[in-house]
């Protein structure tokens, strides 16, 4: 009797044994059959399911904006000012090898961004998110927990940019993860002393 394979998990171990291999190797010196190997199967196997390497690093790429845009579709309204730094905290909080990735990213897909449909794709995430943050500033603003004086669309996509800026820098330039950390706490308690109601 044939063994019953289940295909989301097979898709979840593929994408998982290519990231490792992207990152040890670097992107352009990964092969089909060193992300095979580093998954325990066949090449054969592997090309059931990804017909390229490009293909792989796309759906890669995929997940995780997925992932990401289910974290937002996750966090309700936040209420206080402080339950929004916290959101805004948990979505940094990038574990070492998501941060060993954005390298990774850039080396793939930096051609990439010549193209139109690549840029909309990625700022149709960015958009998202900065929805998300603007709509739960101008309930912060409603609540009384924030001045007034401010744009929630102008400053949710600042808010975007600098989570954008924290995390390439950490993936980047190889931060240790305290002084990561650090730099977090401190951009977020400016940003927070900066949305303070004012007397």
């Given amino acids: 009797m044939p063994k019953i394979v289940d295909k989301k998990q097979m898709q979840k171990k593929i994408l998982n044994a290519?990231?490792?291999?992207f990152i040890k190797e670097g992107f352009h010196n990964s092969t089909m059959a060193k992300i095979a190997k580093e998954a325990g199967i066949a090449k054969g196997t592997l090309y059931l399911y990804f017909d390229s390497k490009e293909a792989l690093s796309i759906a890669f790429v995929d997940r995780y904006f997925a992932k990401?845009?289910?974290w937002l579709n996750q966090q309700g309204e936040a209420k206080t000012l402080d339950e929004f730094i916290f959101h805004i905290k948990t979505s940094l909080l990038i574990d070492e090898e998501e941060a060993k990735f954005i390298?990774?990213?850039?080396?793939?897909?930096g051609p990439s961004f010549g193209s139109e449909?690549?840029?909309k794709t990625i700022a149709d995430y960015f958009d998202k998110m900065g929805n998300f943050y603007s709509?739960?500033?101008?309930?912060?603003?409603?609540n009384k927990e924030i001045h007034s004086d401010i744009s929630p669309q102008t400053i949710g996509r600042v808010l975007v940019s600098?989570?954008?800026g924290i995390m390439l820098h950490y993936g980047l330039f190889?931060?240790?993860r305290e002084n990561y950390e650090n730099m977090l706490n401190e951009s977020l308690h400016l940003f927070k002393q900066g949305l303070l109601k004012r007397d």
Avoid: C, W
């Avoid at 290519?18 to 291999?21: D, E, G, L, S």
């Avoid at 390298?103 to 897909?109: G, I, S």
């Avoid at 709509?135 to 409603?142: D, P, V």
């Fill in 117 to 119: 449909a690549f840029r």
């Fill in 103 to 109: 390298p990774v990213f850039f080396e793939a897909f």
């Fill in 174 to 176: 190889s931060q240790e």
């Fill in 68 to 70: 990401m845009k289910t």
């Fill in 18 to 21: 290519a990231m490792k291999t």
């Fill in 162 to 164: 600098m989570i954008d």
């Fill in 135 to 142: 709509q739960n500033i101008a309930q912060l603003i409603i």
